[in-house]
């Protein structure tokens, strides 16, 4: 496999359907969310994508047989306005080559089943530990900023500062370009931790905008066990025990 | 988009126009004259280029809305002797072979518009901080060097000594091997700094180059701020207040 | 050559073949059984890969000719169930995406043959110096999987956690795709040195799966004389001579 | 520009010519040696090649004129048995994939000249000053190893041990595939400097085997003014004062 390359196994006929996507990213909260989505909603594979743009790695699984690392296409039927995609993946483009093609990939498939609108999910990392659940957002039309202040997500002036970087922002960014509406929903996180909290908050915001219910237990729990690795962190930092460094505290979770 | 992809807004009728260029680079002096020349002139946008060669970004305006990085060219239609082309940008290329790419689009743009002669703006960072307002030049023919000397640019043999790197090198060099003509003009600068200053001194220059006024103010005003910063830059050290590194430095403006 | 190159030197008939991939990698487990394995049995050298995704590098030999670094394929009839190809070589890709290239090729050959499955070879580098000689097992389906673990393969949930990277990963990965059986073993080993213990480890196990015999000796003496230098190490670690650097350690064998 | 390119100035008809390659390397040996045949020879520039794999970077002459990044090639109609093409530059490839690439190139035009050979020139650092003038081959065939032995080449098995990369390499390592002859010669030297006392001994048997005759003066007194470089530098040392790294000392010259 030389190009990137779309496996499908389905062709679902979807309902004006929104598609969610949560690749890994600061805090993995837009991968919580959306593998959160896919288990609780038992949304049902229709593709899988693969290209030389992943890192050259496989993945072993449970029972110690391999897959290769890819992104991957999830339908679900809704009963409410919408049917929803989301699109999950163990990793994004490693080059910056590679983002542009991959996210040029996903909005053919996004326009072959005549999307909607596009979530880009994802965290917005700020340097310290966060009590407060923020959802800041970034849409590529003015339309959906109004429209998404009702749900409460938060919009600031030209932040975050340093833009959106990766298959959020060029969702948005190549989106616009082809005009598919698209908003980006980010939780405030500290960049350093998988952060299922801030996952939660994103996830209680899309619930609203999507008019969807979904049992939040899962990310509760591993939030409250995460909050317990936080507090040992601190007494550490207290007691000057040292934390060796930020990538030993990102690799926790 | 997988390749550089022009979006076409005007298509203006140009009278031997000429083109400048100021993409961010040292001191960011080119694109603070482009972009001070842009809105002082009133200019035009008269087409956008978006490129895989650029980072996979986007940029968060003061609405919450986003676009994508980009350069963008202004035209503007002066009652002198040449009209004008402005090429400005959030980025330059992210790879080498990118450059020659984007510089060989910017030349086939210019051979489309007839455009007589570049002048390529920028920073040569001396490493120290600087009094003088001195613009260097070079260019890829022995007349231009004549003809510029007469405005007060200052050439010196073999300088910069590591060559000119980036957009505005390949515009000449490129430009050279296309029969395009083409100067640039290096705003002398410490390097570390965003250099409003050395930004004026080229703008002065060029507006005598191009027999036009243009009001300095805002340039000005940016440049007395950015003195009140270096004098509490000096102070501090000569205090031994430590400056961490000249990353932090290069933050400032 | 600015392509993957082939160049074939002999076209033999094989029966039922299997293929053995040993390239360099943690440990050098897998290069130096399969390059054993070449050397005791025998094999005849069939076709060697050039490509830009290898190094810009020439091997100097003993006669002081050089040749252009490479892949190797060789071809072993045996009179058991099934003949054998081996893959060695100087060196993997040094870019993701010609990791995902060379290995296609390695496929399309493997596929020419009709390899009825491919065993690739590898290191499980766990950081610390390894006194069992455990063999791990990954792959590429779950019979495969039951199957080895009659040979004393072992086979781990989820590990190696970090995934494999690399020619063997992408063989699996990519065979998978395919519809080509593969399974990788690797010897767990420090990832700190040249380990041809446990490639003596990784040599019986693949020997009693391919029910094949090949004399240990050259991997034994290999062996003990790395035991004594990792003894040497622990003397010097011991009496706080510093060893530099796991780098340097690495280069020893 | 976005291919590499050739611009022929002129198209000589050449006997039984003879390549010279002498691009930029460990301490400039190669570079120093051609640069000077071209110079005593008075050998005339017949192309120019420009490539997206140089740097994006143009050179400021004398003049303050600029020129583009490039690689040239010289011929030299001789009385004797050979002509000579040189094969000069300021840069080489900056990626793997681009020294494939333009070796291809250098080689496509070797053939259509039906160049004899290929001698490529270069520097084989040994990480400390080194007093005697030693030569080191390597070959593409063993008939011209032992032809060079007789020119007081010295072979030392498997040296250099770390292979040889670049252009020098790949034009062995790539011409052995296409039937090409060359050979290396690297004039030993610390790595660390300019060395042009060590390219004086490459050029001493460079022009035994061609059987050229060039004044060595210009080289003589680079040489000599190195060494009182090299002696003020070991002063420093012995003083103790200290050299801040390498890479200050890879400067100089």
Redesign the interface.
Known sequence: ??KTTI?RSKRPRLKDPVLVEGLPGVGHVGKLVAEHLVEELGAKKILEI?S??????????????????RNELYAYKSKKKHDLLILVGDHQ?????G???L??VFLDIAEEFKVKRIYALGGYGVGQLVETETVL??????DI?RELKEYGVE???????G?????S??L???G??RGVEAA?LMGVTSGYLVDPKSAQAVLKVLCKILDIEVDMQALEERASEMEKIVAKLREMEEGKSPISSEEDLRYIG
Chains 1, 2, 3, 4 share one sequence.
């Open positions: 496999m030389i496996l693969y030389p743009h992943f890192p050259p790695q496989v993945i072993v699984e449970n029972d110690s047989t391999i897959r290769l690392v483009s490693t080059t910056n080559e983002h542009y093609e996210c040029s957002g970034a849409a590529n039309n003015l900023v919009f600031r002036a030209n932040e975050p500062g833009g959106i970087v990766g298959a922002g060029l948005l960014g190549l616009a370009l980006c």
